[in-house]
């Protein structure tokens, strides 16, 4: 892997947890607060594909699995899934209209969320399990999405100056 | 992909588990991340702020009228309070009067302002004769004496005050039976005790408090002042003492007017003052020379003990280095024996011989 890459994941990464711990608590919508790690996994996805998606889910993830009240990995297992399935997505997209960064922001958010919720059920968070966790995770959807629209291409220009993981990888 | 799944479960499975690994690595990386969290906070929170204020700004703008609003209301509440409360303290030590008799009847008046006269030293109170107040009853406070209803109206009553040269009272010196007469000079720091006999014992800081004879209009054992100053005019009998008034009027708010005495009908109306010759007692004050020499009896206050009077509005103690005048009088200072009455050695019952 090449180092400066992962300097600049590990960076992301940071930056992202960062901007979500610190930031973004302070920007509700509708009392909602945006999920900004999952939209630089979608960054990553969409720059690296599947696998890196995966990974840099997985690191992420559990970064931010270290400042919430759910269990350790429930956020790392969800961005994983979210980061593998998003770069998969990206490898079969044809055409890229101006709506596909906002469509899947909120395609990726409300992803994201409906599988923290199943996973954190299953796993003995029942509070998940409720409307108002529906709710929220539709709301976000909208704010990842919008979010997404100014991120997406900004990130994806950023990595793009960065040499890729080697494709033997995948 | 599978391995990273896995690895996912697993670390949910121990921190279900609660082993407490992953609490300590929780609380590891928080405390590694705090000062970058911190910093950043620094940075972010002007700029969360701003946009969270042009998202609001609508809500804000209202918010913000509300909140001034409220704020008003509050500051006006809380003054309003501050003020009910700081009078409530005042009423509450107006009503316990140290060395007064319990049993007097008294009533709470608030002091509204001051005389409007040129000439004389007054405040008026807000009460009157529909209280019960009547012209010559003694006014007071939690310290002492202030002085005592010269005029009274339905709803009003103007309290003459010690100073004033037209105001007398019979006192004592101390818990002792030395008896004078205490008057008005005009001079809020200074008033004159005369009829204390040039051979008994005055010290400094001497507290002074009303006699209370028979047909005196004032009570017992009312804190009026401290000596401050005395001196003896070469030939003279008596001394001229200088007492400084134990309050300062112009601090009080609240006083109260003691109904007394009872029976207004027992003190003479026209009995000769002392201090004031020529005018009635009714005009000037009080006189216990008449008191003590047409009832035989002794001092009535002394049965009472002085009280300390170490409220905020009472005047501190006079220093001992307060000039004691014993230089010769130059004649035309305060004479007693050429300004009282004849007889005026006999009803000072604290004389010696």
Excluded: C
């Excluded at chain 2, 202030?146 to 004033?164: M, N």
């Excluded at chain 2, 205490?182 to 009303?210: F, N, Q």
């Amino acid at each position: 892997m090449n180092f400066r890459r992962v300097v600049t994941l590990v960076t992301l990464s940071m930056a992202a947890v960062l901007a979500q711990t610190v930031l973004f608590p302070n920007l509700k919508a509708g009392g909602v607060i945006p999920d900004i790690v999952l939209v630089s996994v979608l960054v990553v996805a969409l720059d690296g594909g599947p696998e890196a998606g995966a990974v840099y889910g997985f690191g992420s993830g559990l970064f931010i699995d270290m400042f919430l009240r759910e269990p350790a990995g429930l956020s790392a297992l969800t961005y994983t899934i979210v980061g593998f399935v998003m770069g998969l997505i990206r490898d079969r997209l044809i055409r890229h209209p101006w709506w596909h960064y906002p469509a899947i922001g909120a395609l990726g958010s409300v992803a994201s969320g409906a599988l923290f919720i199943t996973l954190g059920g299953l796993a003995g968070q029942e509070h998940l399990w409720a409307l108002r966790s529906l709710r929220i995770v539709l709301v976000r959807g909208i704010y990842d999405g919008a979010l997404a629209t100014m991120v997406l291409p900004l990130g994806s220009r950023l990595l793009k100056k960065v040499p890729r993981v080697p494709s033997s990888r995948r | 992909m599978a391995a990273l799944v896995v690895a996912s479960m697993i670390v949910i499975t121990i921190d279900l588990r609660g082993g407490g690994s992953t609490a300590t690595m929780r609380s590891r990386v928080q405390d590694a991340f705090s000062p970058l969290q911190r910093a950043a906070d620094r940075v972010f929170s002007p700029v969360g702020d701003w946009i969270d204020g042009v998202a609001r700004a609508g809500e804000l703008k209202d918010e913000n009228t509300r909140l001034r609003e409220a704020l008003a209301q509050s500051l006006v509440e809380q003054a309003r309070v501050s003020e009910i409360e700081k009078e409530n303290a005042e009423l509450r030590a107006q009503l316990d009067l140290p060395g007064v008799d319990d049993t007097i009847e008294r009533v709470a008046a608030e002091i509204t302002t001051f005389d409007a006269s040129p000439f004389e030293d007054g405040v008026v109170l807000n009460k009157g004769t529909d209280d019960g107040i009547r012209e010559g009853n003694p006014a007071v406070s939690s310290e002492g004496l202030i002085g005592r209803v010269g005029a009274v109206s339905r709803s009003t009553a103007t309290v003459l005050l010690l100073h004033d040269p037209q105001f007398g009272v019979g006192v004592k010196l101390g818990d002792s039976d030395k008896a004078g007469v205490l008057e008005g000079t005009g001079d809020p720091e200074k008033l004159r005790l005369v009829g204390i006999g040039s051979l008994v014992d005055v010290r400094l800081g001497e507290e002074v408090y009303t006699s209370g004879t028979d047909v005196s209009r004032f009570p017992p054992g009312i804190l009026v002042g401290t000596v401050s100053g005395f001196r003896t005019a070469p030939g003279a009998t008596t001394q001229d003492i200088d007492v400084l008034p134990i309050l300062e009027v112009t601090r009080l708010k609240f006083v109260q007017v003691l109904l007394w005495p009872p029976d207004p009908d027992r003190v003479p109306s026209a009995t000769v003052d002392p201090a004031s010759p020529g005018t009635e007692s009714g005009e000037s004050g009080d006189d216990p020379a008449s008191g003590s020499s047409a009832s035989g009896s002794s001092v009535t206050g002394g049965t009472s003990t002085p009280p300390a009077a170490t409220a905020s509005t009472t005047r501190p103690a006079p220093a001992t280095t307060t000039t004691v005048d014993l230089r010769p009088a130059s004649g035309t200072a305060v004479d007693p024996p050429l300004t009282r009455p004849a007889g005026a050695q006999d009803v000072n019952p604290g004389d010696a011989p």
